[in-house]
T-cell receptor
């Protein structure tokens, strides 16, 4: 199956700093990628849809200035958590669409201290 | 609006037995897709099985089968011959259509524990 690589898998950062998470489709071109957030033992909640060459579409309640998404190429989307706070600590996972299927990255566990 | 409901927060099964994980959905789209994913403690999302809304037959993938009852809007996952490695969180998800094609809406998840 298709491979989506997400990096880093774990990151610990200080409160107030920014963290960038990368999502790459390794063997196919992805015009659309999705970013999800998951709190412990809860479901995945869609944060935004990342479209190559255009602005991301954010879900209701997600701060676009805090969660910056850039999809500059057909194989890479990045999520930057700006001015991170402890409440941003969570599991972030991306997926890339190829035809009708969605392939997930390995996820990033963010801890803000 | 799309909605996926998994009513079983946790399920227990004996090794080698079969188990059914429930999933009901609601959508006004005539065309949709239903997915099941397994999420072990590592966090990765492992695709298990897919059912399209127009598929006539229930999907099967090895030990996994999907009991698709369109009129009842249910898409239950059946795992046969459970193994210890099946212990994980399981999510039912629905793919939306139209301009947001590919976006998945997830259920609350079911934690499956397989006992030896």
């Amino acid at each position: 199956g298709a491979v989506v690589s997400q990096h880093p898998s774990r990151v610990i950062c200080k409160s107030g700093t920014s963290v960038k998470i990368e999502c790459r489709s390794l063997d196919f071109q992805a015009t659309t990628m999705f970013w999800y957030r998951q709190f412990p033992k809860q479901s995945l909640m869609l944060m935004a849809t990342s479209n190559e060459g255009s602005k991301a579409t954010y879900e209701q309640g997600v701060e676009k200035d805090k969660f910056l998404i850039n999809h500059a190429s057909l194989t890479l989307s990045t999520l930057t958590v700006t001015s991170a706070h402890p409440e941003d600590s969570s599991f972030y996972i991306c997926s890339a669409r190829r035809t009708s299927e969605a392939f997930f990255g390995q996820g990033t566990r963010l801890t803000v201290v | 609006a799309q909605k996926i409901t998994q009513t079983q927060p946790g399920m227990f099964v004996q090794e080698k037995e079969a188990v059914t994980l429930d999933c009901t959905y609601d959508t006004s789209d005539p065309s949709y897709g239903l997915f099941w994913y397994k999420q072990p403690s590592s966090g990765e999302m492992i695709f298990l099985i897919y059912q399209g809304s127009y598929d006539q037959q229930n999907a099967t993938e090895g030990r996994y089968s999907l009991n698709f009852q369109k009129a009842r809007k249910s898409a239950n996952l059946v795992i046969s011959a459970s193994q210890l490695g099946d212990s994980a969180m399981y999510f039912c998800a629905m793919r939306s259509g139209g301009t947001s094609y590919g976006k998945l809406t997830f259920g609350q998840g079911t934690i499956l524990t397989v006992h030896p």
